[in-house]
């Protein structure tokens, strides 16, 4: 490569563009040949209901405790592929890069990219890059749009909470959103907190084995933490969601951070955890698989479906009240994914 | 909607993503139910090979001649798929915002949207947004991936140009990046330049109907033009192409505005155009498949396949003579698409 930085003819589609892709991209990603690049990748054959996902990541800074943009990327597509209970087959990059970047900083990303892919068994099998002018964005954006499949079985929904209902979380709470903060220049957070960022298909594949017509529902709670994705699948549901304060796993760095701060961990982002509501008599085993998991030794059953009703949330707290909870209502930290 | 723009807090996750998703985005968009919003969309069964891509768009100015962003991504899309010889079933949408975005211009690109993926019959089955504070992207960027089905026959590659195959155009060339440049502040080609922008799945299914086996390559020359894709097709194949300057459709006005701009429309982006590198008993047919088509009129054989070679492409001019012709060198319009 003739730069050490992105420039604006890396997008135009010509011989830079190549370049980047051949000596820089590709060679950092899994899955495609240089010679068989074509503008869409063809899978092999398959058979049965599909899943289908995409999210865009603007998390700044691009670089945070414990990971950076592009492993949260390909996690955040397997785990919302994983939601619907598919198993994950496919995942396409979009890259939206601003003129400056420089290169090292993509070659660390993209290589980020290509190990959380490879750790997940999940092939990188297309991809897209456009360039714009400084100013334009900031950095990177990534998107990653994903393919899964799902076994004949499987109905995992938001609307499936029934009275009675368990609900599962598989760790600690709000690890994501306060690493991305303590990573935010200016901001030192001299302290152990890191994202928890991770692939968490291989935990739904045993949940779904062992207990398949048992978990009605599962959700990641990214943005908006626990508290929104608790309130969205109570609304979807048509059922009230009782949490247990006491039960709640809180990192005791992260709780602290956030009293200092002012904020609330159960609004923080996660991405690394999912929230499952598993039917009563499967708890236990849920709980057990879960714990099996690198991923869910912390895992709790941190409340229960109460009743029937238009997506009452409420927070029994440790003092034994009674809250109710709703859904983050502003912005609570802008580009946290 | 208690605001006339996007906020930051249209991209907390929170209770005005949901507002956002639930007032504007779902009603402006086909096959979300709001109900249904989960992690991922699920597909109908299917069984076969499939085809998977991704775009990201980033065009400047969102709005131009004869389009915008919206249906300029839903095209495109439909477009990689289609040149993979896919049936289109189903497309992604990721938004990034920029903080300040009027929600009008939002209504009006979703709407856009809907209606290229109506006229096309092709589902928007999922999709994220995000927002950035402002200065931190440039209005919209779209990301479309999009999942299409192979029929077991088709074999359509960028590697699969033969000697003695014919190329074809569906029609004049250069008119999208004219058109965006027409569009772009400060710079009046009063003309009649529209961006060529549709979807070509129809008619690559007519050929694939009528010529299955004789179709080699197809290819959509949108950044870098239709130089810059022959060269590719030429050097993935590992043959020579000579094209025919007589031949090659350039609507007056696109050619007059590239004249007085110093540009070559060869190497100026299409985004309604596709390269068909066909067998040559097929030629004439499919030059009468394309012809049927609204986007198909002014279609041509533009050259042919002369050599076994490592991937030179040959002009042959208008008074005879032989110019080398290489793939688009640098920048030649920064976000075109």
């Known amino acids: 490569m003739n730069s050490d930085i992105i420039l604006l003819g890396h997008g135009s589609g010509g011989r ?28 092999p054959a398959v058979e049965g209901r599909l899943a289908f996902t995409t999210d865009s990541y603007v998390v700044d800074p691009i670089f945070f405790p414990g990971g950076n943009i592009g492993d949260l990327a390909i996690n955040g597509t397997i785990n919302d592929l994983a939601m619907s209970g598919a198993r994950p087959l496919a995942i396409s990059i979009g890259l939206i890069l601003e003129e400056g970047l420089p290169l090292a900083d993509l070659k660390r990303i993209l290589e980020s990219m290509r190990e959380a892919a490879d750790r997940a068994g999940v092939a990188i099998v297309t991809g897209d890059t456009k360039v714009v002018p400084r100013g334009n964005a900031d950095k990177i954006f990534i998107n990653t749009s994903g393919i899964g499949l799902l076994a004949d079985e499987v109905n995992v929904r938001g609307s499936g909470a029934r009275v009675g209902d368990k609900v599962l979380v598989n760790g600690t709470i709000g690890d994501h959103g306060m690493a991305v903060l303590a990573g935010r220049e200016g901001l030192e957070l001299k302290t152990d907190i890191r994202t928890d960022s ?3 298909h291989a935990m ?28 969205e699948i109570a609304l979807q549901s048509q059922v009230d969601i009782t949490l247990e304060e006491a039960a709640l796993p809180v990192r005791e760095t992260v709780g602290g951070a ?39 030794r912390q895992a709790a059953i941190i409340g229960e479906v109460t009743g029937d009703s238009s997506g009452k949330v409420f927070m029994r707290t440790a003092i034994g009240g009674l809250r109710a909870i709703e859904m983050l209502a502003g912005e609570q930290l802008p580009r946290i994914c």
Chains 1, 2 share one sequence.
């Open 16 to 43: 830079m563009s190549h370049q980047l892709l051949d000596e820089l991209i590709i060679p950092c990603l899994s899955g495609i040949a240089v010679r068989d690049q074509n503008d869409a990748a063809v899978l």
């Open 198 to 200: 991770a692939a968490l």
């Open 204 to 231: 739904v594949a045993d949940l779904l084995d062992r207990a398949a017509g048992a978990i009605h529902a599962l959700r990641d709670p990214t943005r908006g933490g626990v508290a929104t994705t608790i309130k």
């Open 258 to 296: 956030c009293a200092i701060l002012g904020l609330d961990p159960l609004f923080v982002a996660n991405e690394g955890k999912l929230l499952a509501v598993v039917a009563p008599e499967a708890a236990e085993t849920a709980l057990a698989v879960m714990k099996t998991h690198p991923e869910g």
